[in-house]
């Protein structure tokens, strides 16, 4: 199954570092500057960096699969995301440095030389820690925020500007820009979009409803309409209970689960919790045992890096897709 992933993985990204030929980066394009709009504001930056430092799986693949592996000094990513041997993008793993299996820091950055961090909001970047895009321009090394993880102006802490699989889109669009790749990012983003198309076509005309469980007992957390699993869910022929939440990655109360009555569970597999206790734990926990998905034990399971902003969410849609037009 996994070699059957990462070969239609890389048909998609035929431009990428999976043996094909790869765009090159013009030389003069170290130099010059380039503008992105990061999160609704204009990001200017000065050269091309060249020691890119990442942080966890999603973020680091992006740069995989637009082979910009030579770009990286080294990402920092817990060892509780899965089996990472048999990914389309392996050889970046084998090439980049793992700086940390804990938080990125600024300490991470300063001795791998880093000249631009890639992270986001709960991914990576924290006030408590001080470890800010506001920090790291102190220190005179820029900074590029995910996507997915933008704050909003709803509240302090609420993440997600525009639909999930338009950030990952905006994030290919803008790196292939900065580093001058963007042919290789439109040639991502094209092969995304048809496999997409494909799942979205093959959608039940009734859709069933689906909850996302990351994690928590007392509470779940869960997924807003901003984070990736809800559009994950749509594509692949089903609603998202909490599309309401105007949040990406957010704790819930589990009355919310039961009065909407999911007809599946989407179990996010990661940490120390296995999805095969989270299943355990959904299926005998006493306020849900009316709930659909529980009742006819509706439960599927994807990894964590389907369901963050990364070029694995197509091939999640894909999959999440073929469950449900059998889960019936």
Known sequence: MRKLLAAALCLAATATGCGASV????????????????????VTFDKVPERVVTNDVGITELMFALGLEDRMAGFAM??????????????????VPWLSKDQLTKENVLDARGDMVFAGWNYGFREDAGFTPDALRKLGIPSYILTESCRNDRTKTSRGIMPPLEALYTDLTNLGKLFGVEKRAATLISGFKKEIADVHAQAPAKKPTVFLYD????????????AAPDQIISEAGGVNVMHDVRDSWTTVGWESVV????????ICDYG?????????????????????????????TLDYVDLVESPRNPSAIARLGAYLRTAR
């Open 78 to 95: 817990p060892d509780d995301k899965g089996d990472l041997s048999g990914v389309p993008w392996k050889d970046g793993y084998d090439k």
């Open 272 to 300: 120390d919790v296995s999805a095969e206790q989270k299943r355990k734990f959904l299926l005998s926990y006493a306020p849900l045992r009316n709930v659909s998905a529980v009742k006819h034990r509706r439960i599927f």
């Open 23 to 42: 765009e090159t980066t013009p030389k003069d394009a170290r130099s010059s500057s380039v503008t992105l709009t990061n999160c609704g504001k204009k």
């Open 215 to 226: 994690s928590g007992q007392d509470q779940p957390f869960t997924s807003g309409r901003y």
């Open 259 to 266: 009065e909407r009555n999911p007809d599946t569970i989407v």
